[in-house]
Nanobody, 125 residues
């Protein structure tokens, strides 16, 4: 059974950068797309972005496009979320998830079968 563990969250100021990581246990990490989601207080969990199993393709929500970047290192079973030009509205718990999807279906939580416990990112103004 796969286990996903996020790390790297914290408190930063608006305009700062932060990188969060997600390490997966078990085999076959490189067979799966990996997504990032976030959940702010009182809101539903929302899609941030996804990277294909090979790392060659990425897809982002409009709200983070141009500021966030996802990468992965399959040799280390790790996926990264680099967040630049952070805004207070980026404050949320960030989750990584394992899945298989294409295009707009990657927005759907149901396309992911394993989730991490989340890491808190707080952006002060």
């Amino acid at each position: 059974q796969v286990q996903l563990v996020e790390s790297g969250g914290g408190l930063v100021q608006a305009g700062d950068s932060l990188r969060v990581s997600c390490v997966a246990s078990g085999r076959a990490f490189s067979n799966y797309d990996m997504g990032w989601f976030r959940q702010a207080p009182g809101k539903e969990r929302a899609f941030v972005g996804v990277i294909s199993w090979s790392g060659r393709s990425t897809y982002y929500a409009d709200s983070v496009k141009g500021r966030f970047a996802i990468s992965r290192d399959n040799a280390k079973n790790t996926v990264y979320l680099q967040m630049n030009s952070l805004k207070p509205e980026d404050t949320a718990v960030y989750y990584c998830a394992r899945g298989a999807c294409a295009g707009y279906e990657c927005y759907e939580l149901a396309k992911y079968d394993a989730w991490g416990q989340g890491t808190q990112v707080t952006v002060s103004s």
